[in-house]
Structures are given as C-alpha cells and as structure tokens.
C-alpha cells in the first residue's frame, strides 16, 4: 500500500463519493504517517528500552502489572508481549517493537471481529496471533493486516454495501457497535495515535532520551 492522500498524482485523480471513500482516505492517511515513522527504525531502535541488561533481566520475569518495560519477549521458543491493567498514574514505558505489535494486532482482531461477528474467545483468540521478532516481519505484518482493512473497505465500496458498514458488529471484548465505528476506532484512528507515539520514542532514542 503506497497510496499518498497528499501527492498532485493522488489528489488529482482521486474522488470522494462515499463514505467508503472517506474511511479509505482516513486509512490511506494513517498508512503514510506510519510509513514514513518506521521506515528508517534500526533493529537497536526497535527494541530499546531505558533500562540497563541487568534490570532488563530482572524486569522480564515480572507481571505486566508490575513490570517497567512492555516489549516484545520469547517463552518457550515462541514470541509474546506485555498487557495487562495499570493505574494511569503508572503506565509501563513500551517499546517501539511493542507498539508496532499493538497496532498490528488490534487491527487484525478488530477486523476478524468485523468480519466473522464474533468477539476475541468465542472462536479466536489473542494468543492465536504470531508475535513477529523482528523489526522487518514485524513491519510487514503491520502493513499486510492495513492492506487486508483497505481491501476489505474496498469490496464494501464495490458492492455499495451500505448495510455492512452500519450493521453492529463486535469489538473485541464483546462490544457490539456500528462497523464503522469499529473499522475508525480499532484500526484508522489506533493506527494515527500510536504512529505518534513511535515518533516520540524515536526522538527520544536519537537524543539519548
């Protein structure tokens, strides 16, 4: 997905009829601020975290609750990630690579939900998901489950299938809300709001936080 909402090539020949077309725009828009975020991320970059390799040891083990760090970690021989219920007073530092993962596997979910009607534990869960470990699948991941969403949107616009759009479907704690909402809030807008966030971390990183 290479679209730029902003280009003369885009704009130029690029038409808004629909709201189909406006979540398409939206989605475009979020695709090219994530592009142009993690497109120049080191593997170092990616995995960074403001702890020393000795507190780094000790934290891993520890409840997402509790933790300092969310990242991404294996167990097992498989990869997994951080999440759990932190009072906002107290909020885990996340790394880049944990955030990536974030907007990734939220819209995967989000956009199974909106597809089979089915809410996370009903037939799938959130540990069927593959964690990617490293900063190349990991981008591809996040740019193929945006691709699958524009696809998605795209077929919905092709059969001017207005009642899907509208139909309540779930979120994925069960939730049921207009697919639209579901398609802005779990995939457009999520995506925009941690693009930032990568942005800020980077700066951090690049000026020795």
Not at 121 to 148: A, C, K, S, V
Not at 179 to 200: R, T
Request: hydrophobic letters at 35%; aromatic letters at 12%.
């Amino acid at each position: 997905m290479s679209s730029n909402p902003f280009s003369p090539q885009d704009y130029s020949s690029r038409k808004l009829f629909s709201v189909f077309d406006a979540l398409i725009l939206g989605l475009d828009t979020a695709v090219l601020r994530l592009n142009e975020t993690v497109v120049d991320i080191t593997e170092a970059e990616y995995h960074w975290e403001p702890l020393s390799e000795a507190e780094r040891i000790e934290d891993i083990p520890m409840s997402a609750e509790t933790k300092r760090v969310w990242r991404i970690f294996p167990v097992n021989g498989t990869y997994t990630y951080d999440y759990g219920d932190r009072r906002p007073e107290a909020p885990a530092f996340t790394t880049i690579a944990w955030i990536m993962n974030h907007i990734a596997t939220t819209a995967d979910m989000y956009l199974y939900c909106i597809r089979s009607g089915k809410p996370v534990g009903e037939e799938r869960f959130w540990h069927d998901l593959t964690i990617y470990p490293n900063l190349r699948e990991m981008r591809d991941y996040l740019f193929r489950t945006l691709q699958d969403t524009r696809d998605y949107l795209s077929l919905l616009e092709k059969q001017k299938d207005h009642d899907q759009l509208n139909k309540l479907t779930p979120a994925p704690w069960g939730e049921m809300r207009p697919a639209y909402l579901n398609l802005w809030g779990g995939v457009i807008e999520h995506a925009l709001q941690h693009a930032m966030q990568i942005a800020v971390r980077k700066e951090q990183i690049r000026v020795k936080y």
